[in-house]
Structures are given as structure tokens and as C-alpha cells.
């Protein structure tokens, strides 16, 4: 993370109004350099891990139901250790990756670190590319049980955006790492 030498809005005082195992979020009262006071809510989340399996031709989507909006959609395997808010990124770039497709990898590279939503929220996640994959079985959690897997070339996911099944930012955000990283080797 980088950080400002002389942030134009600091915090003074912080609560926290929720929390449960996976979220804690605060209120913070914050001061301006002008001397505006305010009120920032900040959800705070451990980062997480998406994976972007790519065989070279195609990559593995999971397709789940996601309550907040009510929706099914497309979106790279993701997911994070709440019982282990330290692991390695890779390794639980591993663990997503076996869990929700099957596929295990020979080789996992970093692609990058973004944020999901830095407005409101500090979490992360590191994308990684996940190739030369071979198949064996999953390992759902009881909440994924209604998961799909599909296979599709990068143009057939770019339609799956077009056409709204795809709207899942951090997997459109580490389709354009892919791309750019394809374009590189």
C-alpha cells in the first residue's frame, strides 16, 4: 500500500458498529486539512484470492448464485481463508482454485494486487494465473453447492460481459491483467 505523507482527510476517532466473522466495519470521525469534520464508514475485510485458471485456450469460470443482488453471474474462482486471515496468497489461491473447479495447477503466477472497492472498503486481492492444470474433484462448501463450472475463450467471456452474465468487477479487472500479461509473453 502506499502511503500519503500528509493525507488531506485523517481519521480522529474510530467504532465499530459491526462485525461478525467475515466483516468489521467502522465509523470514523475524520477532519479535512481545511478543518471539515465528517463521518467516513469503512467495511473492513481480509484480502482475498482470484484465480484465473487458463489452459491457453480457455479459462474456468464458476457461475453462482449471489444474494446481495439477487443474481446468478460468471466470475473467476475467488475466496478467502476467514480462519486464516494470514495464509500465503498463493496457497489459498491453490485451495479456491481445487475447492470450487477441481483443476489443480502446475503453475501459479502473481498477476497483481487490486482493491474491489476502495471507497468504502479496505480489501484486496491478488489475481493469479493458474496453468498447466489438470482435473480432479471438487471440494464445495456447503454454501456453494448450487456452483456451476464453464469453459470459455476470452472472446466468449468478453460476450458474457456484453450480455450481463459476467458483472463481477474484480474478475473483469483480472481478465484485463490476463490479456495484458498474454500480450507481454
Known sequence: MTETENPPLRRTASQVVYENRWMRVTEDATVRDNGTTGIFGVVHKPDFALVVPYDGTRVHLVEQ??????????????????????????????????????????????????YEAYGFSDQ??????????????????????????????????????????????????????LQRHLSEA
Open 124 to 177: 484486496g486481492f491478488n489475481v493469479v494465473l493458474a496453468s498447466d492444470l489438470t482435473q480432479g474433484e471438487r471440494a464445495l462448501e456447503e454454501s456453494e453447492s448450487d456452483l456451476r463450472n464453464g469453459e470459455f475463450t476470452l472472446e466468449e467471456m468478453w460476450g458474457l460481459i456484453a450480455s450481463g452474465q459476467c458483472k463481477d468487477a474484480p474478475s473483469i479487472a483480472a481478465l484485463a491483467l
Open 65 to 114: 448464485y449471489r444474494y446481495p443482488v439477487d443474481g446468478r453471474f460468471w466470475e473467476f474462482p475467488q475466496g478467502s481463508w476467514e480462519t486464516k486471515p494470514d495464509a500465503d496468497p498463493m496457497d489459498v489461491a491453490r485451495g479456491e482454485l481445487a475447492e470450487e473447479t477441481g483443476l489443480r495447477a502446475g503453475s501459479m503466477t502473481l498477476l497483481g494486487h487490486l
